[in-house]
């Protein structure tokens, strides 16, 4: 099988099966919740500002149930790129707290390149396992 994406063979070797179900699986759900997460922090900050209690708040609850999620991602799923994703949550988190929402999109969007790239390789594990086409 051919890389996706530029991932490389060495790179997906410390995969099982296991790990890259769980990989792909927590990846795509949690691609699924940075995007929102920077779609709705950039809307409440257009409409409410980030000075606000009220609209730092519902930022930090959203970021702060996706963090979750990469905690088991973290456990469940051998890449040690999931600590990456959860530095820059930490970082997306400071800025919302700081009342700059919109700077931790750039943050967010870090996290999701990370995650993309997690769930590249897992990808490439289970092709190579014949396990997806």
């Not at 490389?8 to 699986?25: C, H, M, N, P, W």
């Not at 257009?46 to 519902?58: A, D, I, N, P, Y």
Request: glycine share 10%; proline share 1%.
């Amino acid at each position: 099988m051919r890389p996706i994406m530029g991932i490389r063979r060495s790179e997906v070797e410390g995969l099982d099966t296991k790990q890259a179900i769980l990989g792909f699986s927590q990846g795509e759900k949690i691609k699924a919740g940075l995007i929102w997460a920077s779609q709705l922090i950039g809307t409440l900050d257009s409409v409410f500002g980030g000075q606000r209690h009220e609209t730092r708040q519902v930022g930090i609850a959203l970021v702060e149930m996706i963090r979750q999620d990469i905690g088991l991602a973290k456990r469940v799923a051998g890449d040690e790129r999931w600590e990456d994703v959860d530095n820059a949550i930490e970082k997306a988190l400071v800025m919302i707290s700081s009342g700059v929402m919109t700077e931790s999109v750039t943050h967010l969007t870090k996290a999701l390149s990370h995650v993309t790239t997690i769930v590249q390789r897992a990808m490439t594990t289970l092709q190579d396992q014949g396990l997806l086409k």
